[in-house]
């Protein structure tokens, strides 16, 4: 490895580690620095996975308070996220990446505009007196439904489950935030272990996204909770084109 290989590897994966714990899609800076450094796809996208799963838990932490009030709600979310995980990674193993990549920007736009108008959305189908979010059959199915995904790609997997935890109720961004960094962090154990048993991944660079990805969760976390609401928001809504826009080119 040389010096600009490593910098450049490090410090997309601290731009990744602060998107994923912000909004998602931090996949976009580091799978390509991987490739950019000359590691092969496989090994990039193993290698990128293992990276990017202590920046979630990083994240999760900075999000600790948020998290204290849903820990009864969090038990049945975690383990749904677990088994979609698994089903997610059972499914990449039995499908060819070509077929996948071809729906992902319809997902990534479907996704977004989800979020965009979670909150309408939420309040018509829940009601005006509805309380707060619980564990209900539509918001289990959604997060076992992103999931699956996470497990299978991953890429715009923080867009998805930020549109399905509003779509679920949960009114305050922040509190999504949280959420969504914890649960990612579930599904990412589970990819992990797949790719490290696998030997798919390339240490050398993964050891260096390692550190610097986590130092850009918690930064990003840290920094996201200062942001107001509404511009997180659109921070969010703005992420999700960008990454639509990028696959849909892609795939042209």
Same mark, same amino acid.
């Given at each position: ?7 450049? =590897? *490090?410090?997309?994966a601290?731009? $990744?580690? %602060?998107? @994923?714990?912000v +909004? ?5 800076? !580091? ?5 950019? =450094? *000359?590691?092969?796809?496989?090994? $990039?996208? %193993?290698? @990128?996975s293992? +990276? ?5 838990? !990083? ?10 009030r ?9 383990v749904?996220?677990?088994?979609g ?7 990449l193993?039995?499908?060819?990446d ?37 564990n209900?059959?539509t ?7 992103v999931?699956v ?43 992990v ?37 509404l ?22």
């Open positions: 490895m040389t010096g600009w290989q490593i910098a450049l =590897v *490090g410090i997309a601290f731009c $990744a580690g %602060a998107m @994923n714990s +909004a998602g899609g931090g996949t976009f800076f !580091s799978f390509p620095a991987l490739l950019a =450094v *000359g590691v092969p796809p496989v090994a $990039a996208n %193993a290698s @990128n293992v +990276a990017l799963w202590p920046a979630s838990l !990083s994240g999760a932490w900075a999000y600790r308070k948020e998290l204290s849903y820990k009864r709600y969090l038990i049945p979310m975690g749904v996220s677990f088994i995980g698994i089903g997610g990674g059972l499914l193993l039995s499908t060819k070509a077929t996948f990549s071809k729906l992902i920007p319809w997902l990534l736009l479907f996704a977004t505009v989800l979020f965009a108008f979670s909150g309408r959305i939420s309040s018509w189908l829940r009601g005006p007196e509805s309380g707060k979010p619980g209900s059959p918001s289990l199915a959604g997060q076992a439904v999931s995904y996470g497990g299978f790609f991953g890429a715009g997997m923080g867009i998805l489950m930020l549109a399905s935890l509003a779509m679920a109720g949960h009114d305050d961004v922040h509190e999504i935030n949280a959420i969504k960094n914890l649960l990612s962090a579930i599904i990412y154990s589970v990819t272990t797949t790719f490290v048993v696998a030997g798919a991944v390339d240490w050398p660079y993964t050891l260096i996204m390692l550190a610097t990805a986590t130092l850009g969760g918690y930064w990003g976390a840290t920094i996201a909770r200062k942001i107001p609401a511009w997180l928001r659109r921070f969010i809504i703005t992420v999700g084109m960008l990454l639509t826009v990028f696959y849909f080119y892609k795939t042209m």
